[in-house]
C-alpha cells in the first residue's frame, strides 16, 4: 500500500460545479496536512493545511479531515476554469522523520 | 511568490556527470527539503537539511547528497548522473519548531535533464 493515495484522475467538472478531491494516508500518527496546487510546469502552491478533524474553510476552498478514517478530501465550490490544475497532497510521516510525504496528485479540468 | 529561489532554471547535463542545484531559502526559514518529480508523478522526498545537518532522508542513493550553510541556504548534488535523474528538482523551506515539519513552501525548481 502507498503511503499517500489520491483519487486518479483526470477529474472534470463544468465550470460553477463543486470539484471533490480525497486523499487517504497509511501512517496512523500522521498529524498535519496539507493540499497544494500545481500548474504544469510550475511548482506546488499551498492551497491550505489542516491539523485537526473536522471541516476547514477559506473562501471557495474547504478542507476535511477525519484521522479515524485516514482521510483528507479538498472541495472547491464555484469552480472555475482556472482551478484546472493538478493538486496535490502532503501528510507528514513518522517513517521519514515526520517529513511530508506527497500524493501522485489530481489533475482537475474544470470546463467553461 | 514565497521567497524561495533556485538556481538554474534549467540545465542539461549527460549521464555520469555531477550536478550542484542551488537553493535559497525564505526569510526566517531555518529548513530546507529536497525534492525530485518525474513527470506525472508526487514529489518525492529526497532529504531535509535543518541547522546545518541532515534530517531525514527518503529512498534515494548516497550520489545524492547535501549541504546547507549557516544562512540557511542550501545545495543538492548528484554524481555519477543517470538517464533516470531526468526530473524536476524542487527545493521547499520551512520554519521547523521542535519535531515536526510545518508547511513547506516551494521555489520554482530546476529542470535538470540528461542525455
Known amino acids: 500500500q502507498k503511503e499517500v493515495e489520491q483519487n486518479s484522475g483526470p477529474l472534470s467538472v463544468p465550470e460553477g460545479a463543486i470539484a471533490s478531491l480525497n486523499c487517504t494516508y497509511s501512517?496512523?500518527?500522521?498529524?498535519?496536512f496539507f493540499w497544494y496546487r500545481q500548474y504544469s510546469g510550475k511548482s506546488p502552491e499551498l492551497i491550505m493545511s489542516?491539523?485537526?478533524?473536522g471541516d476547514k474553510e477559506d473562501g471557495r476552498f474547504t478542507a476535511q479531515l477525519n484521522k479515524a478514517s485516514q482521510y483528507v478530501s479538498l472541495l472547491i465550490r464555484d469552480s472555475q476554469p482556472s482551478d484546472s490544475a493538478t493538486y496535490l497532497c502532503?501528510?507528514?510521516?513518522?517513517?521519514?522523520?515526520?517529513?511530508?510525504?506527497f500524493g501522485p496528485g489530481t489533475r482537475l479540468s474544470v470546463l467553461p | 511568490e514565497t521567497g524561495v529561489t533556485q538556481s538554474p532554471t534549467h540545465l542539461i547535463k549527460t549521464r555520469g556527470q555531477q550536478v550542484t542545484l542551488r537553493c535559497s531559502s525564505q526569510?526566517?526559514?531555518?529548513?530546507v527539503s529536497w525534492y525530485q518529480q518525474a513527470l506525472g508523478q508526487g514529489p518525492q522526498f529526497i532529504f531535509q537539511?535543518?541547522?546545518?545537518?541532515?534530517?531525514g532522508r527518503g529512498n534515494f542513493p548516497p550520489r545524492f547528497s547535501g549541504l546547507q550553510f549557516p544562512n540557511y541556504s542550501s545545495e543538492l548534488n548528484v554524481n555519477a548522473l543517470e538517464l533516470d535523474d531526468s526530473a524536476l528538482y524542487l527545493c521547499?523551506?520551512?520554519?521547523?519548531?521542535?519535531?515536526?515539519?510545518?508547511?513547506?513552501?516551494f521555489g520554482p525548481g530546476t529542470r535538470l535533464t540528461v542525455l
Open positions: 526569510s526566517g526559514h531555518n529548513t
Open positions: 521547499a523551506s520551512s520554519l521547523r519548531l521542535g519535531s515536526s515539519t510545518d508547511t513547506q513552501y
Open positions: 502532503a501528510v507528514n510521516s513518522l517513517a521519514y522523520g515526520q517529513n511530508f510525504v
Open positions: 489542516i491539523y485537526s478533524n
Open positions: 537539511y535543518y541547522r546545518e545537518e541532515e534530517n
Open positions: 501512517d496512523r500518527v500522521s498529524q498535519s
